[in-house]
């Protein structure tokens, strides 16, 4: 692999000016890493070659009693030996090539994502429920004071006839309030014909629904709360325009090349001195096909900007 060119991104954040030799030195040890894991994976592939009277032995009778079956093994076998190889080649590139960036920009990064706060944005009822949850690409830091996380997260169902359905696909973000807040606030997509079961689960919780004179917001969300008072004054006319404005940060300006989010659902619950926002973009921002492209040095432009969008983000919604 060719070294990462010289390119600053200081013009993108000055707290990045100089990170360029740090993720030269990542790029090196990533390259060497990959280069082992190559080798050692074929050399294992190759320590079955004494198995090869054994699977003659089986092959034969499979060529006149299942002949589909034995030439299907044969590209299987390819297809998971690449499979195995490009997975962990992802994920390799974001543990080295991605936490410099993430340091220089006072972040901690982690390929792994935090899947505690993923379930808690479950029990919150802000994050569907009901299929298998992923967690990962978390980072955490600190924004005018206040201690925010961030993890990307999917949720599948697997059905019985091995088809997959996308419950969710986007992020989880918790903040802290500086100030706890006495009562618990949800705020839901608003649901249109769905909208009664909603609040009769919500009842059920000793919750009512709480509305606002703003119609553009009423439109677009649902609010319950215990205390009606307490969250009119959490939830003021600037704080609601400012989780409206969310999917402003997922403009094309702020995204790679190629990569277009055209609707962003947020949700949101606030209880005692904790946020939890839930956002469904439909994408991954962290895509580790994109990162395989390590060579491009454009793409450490375009993962500093995700981290910029992201604490930016987590800015406009500190309250």
Avoid at 166 to 176: D, E, P, W, Y
Wanted: aromatic share 10%; with cysteine.
């Amino acid at each position: 692999m060719a070294l990462l060119d010289q390119r600053s991104l200081h013009h993108i954040d000055p707290r990045l000016a100089g990170v360029e030799m740090q993720l030269k030195e990542a790029y090196y040890n990533l390259d060497k890493t990959n280069s082992g894991f190559n080798t050692e994976l074929d050399n294992k592939l190759l320590s079955f070659k004494r198995y090869k009277w054994w699977a003659i032995g089986v092959a034969i009778p499979l060529l006149f009693l299942a002949p589909f079956l034995l030439i299907s093994i044969i590209p299987i076998y390819f297809l998971l030996k690449h499979s195995l190889k490009s997975f962990t080649k992802g994920v390799l590139t974001r543990a080295y090539m991605m936490a410099p960036i993430a340091s220089a920009l006072n972040l901690e990064y982690s390929v792994g994502g935090n899947l505690l706060i993923c379930e808690e944005a479950i029990s919150a009822g802000i994050l569907t429920k009901g299929g298998r949850a992923v967690a990962e690409d978390g980072f955490n830091g600190e924004v005018n004071g206040i201690h925010f996380y961030f993890t990307e997260v999917h949720i599948r169902t697997l059905h019985q006839n091995n088809d997959s359905k996308r419950l969710f696909n986007g992020a989880v973000i918790k903040l802290s309030m500086p100030e706890p807040v006495d009562t618990p606030i949800v705020v839901l997509q608003d649901a249109g014909l769905w909208n009664m079961l909603i609040s009769r689960r919500q009842s059920l919780k000793g919750l009512q629904r709480v509305k606002f004179e703003k119609e553009d917001f009423e439109k677009e969300y649902q609010v319950y709360a215990k205390d009606e008072e307490t969250c009119r004054e959490v939830l003021t006319p600037e704080y609601m325009a400012k989780l409206s404005q969310v999917k402003t940060f997922f403009s094309s300006d702020n995204l790679p090349k190629g990569l277009k989010i055209p609707e962003v659902k947020a949700q949101m619950f606030i209880e005692g001195s904790d946020i939890l926002i839930s956002l469904d973009y439909g994408a991954n921002l962290f895509s580790p096909k994109k990162l395989a492209k390590e060579y491009d040095p454009s793409w450490a432009e375009d993962i500093a900007k995700q981290f910029l969008l992201i604490e930016n983000l987590a800015k406009s919604l500190v309250h």
